[in-house]
């Protein structure tokens, strides 16, 4: 039965990180939506970055509780893994905690409001900013490979993988529209970056999303084996009198 108690227990506590990480996710999620609705007109999502919210009348405290809301459900995710026994240890781990850390660092020092970075804070959210477009491709990547050693996470691996990969595609063309910054027109009238960079930081939503979920059933289905009881061991036979 100690095995079954076990299970128990690291049913509810994984199932807690999962639904935590996923109200994280939503809160996230829906801030960044409002704050593209509400200052449509003061920030284009087509051109201007994700950052430059923090610089519009009450923006700076949304775009802050939205990064920290996001790097919280991909801690909680990653810890939720590794307490259900997936194997996280090393690049999984490091990536998805970095990635996370870029999060709240690029949150907490705002970019530099000029075409040029000026500040100290204005480079550290330099560095974060390229972390978050990066890092998560890779940490997917590197989950989906572990991942596929389990049963009961190979439903999502292709998912993660699909995922990690259009975001890393995404990136990169982002990387490519900067080019704009060195050779002005390069690409033509309009600076896609904004909208770019918005759909990689969505995709990177959807692969912890993904993780979450498939957290969720591994911990439901972990906490619907804790009734059952281990199967008793067969009885031998009784002797009849005589043999």
Same mark, same amino acid.
């Given at each position: 039965m100690g095995g079954v108690e076990r299970s128990g227990r690291l049913g509810v506590a994984?199932?807690?990180l999962a639904v935590l990480a996923l109200l994280a996710i939503a809160r996230s999620t829906i801030i960044m939506v409002y704050l593209g609705v509400t200052y449509f007109r003061e920030v284009d999502p087509i051109s201007v970055p994700l950052s430059y919210y923090a610089f519009v009348d009450g923006g700076e405290q949304l775009f802050f509780s939205a990064a920290v809301a996001l790097a919280v459900g991909a801690l909680a995710v990653l810890v939720g893994m590794a307490r259900s026994g997936v194997r996280m240890a090393?690049?999984?781990?490091?990536l998805l905690a970095v990635w996370a850390t870029c999060l709240v660092l690029a949150a907490v020092?705002?970019?530099?409001? +000029?075409?040029?970075? @000026?500040?100290?804070?204005g480079w550290v959210h330099q560095f974060a900013g390229a972390g978050i477009l990066a $890092?998560?491709?890779?940490?997917g990547l590197a989950a989906a490979a572990r991942l596929a050693e389990y049963p009961e996470w190979r439903p999502v691996v292709s998912t993660v993988r699909t995922?990690?990969?259009?975001?890393?595609?995404?990136a990169v063309a982002y990387v490519v529209s900067r080019l704009d910054d060195v050779v002005p027109g390069i690409f033509g009238p309009v600076d896609v970056g904004g909208v770019l960079q918005?759909?990689?930081?969505a995709f990177d939503v959807a692969v912890v999303a993904?993780?979450?979920?498939?957290?969720?059933?591994? +911990?439901?289905?972990? @906490?619907r084996r804790r009734g059952v009881p281990a199967p008793a061991a067969p009885?031998?036979?009784?002797? $009849?009198?005589g043999h």
């Open positions: 994984t199932l807690l090393g690049r999984p781990t490091v020092f705002p970019a530099d409001d +000029s075409p040029r970075i @000026l500040t100290f804070g $890092l998560l491709s890779f940490a995922l990690s990969i259009a975001a890393a595609v995404l918005r759909m990689v930081l993904a993780l979450a979920v498939q957290l969720v059933r591994v +911990s439901w289905h972990a @906490l009885t031998p036979p009784t002797a $009849l009198p």
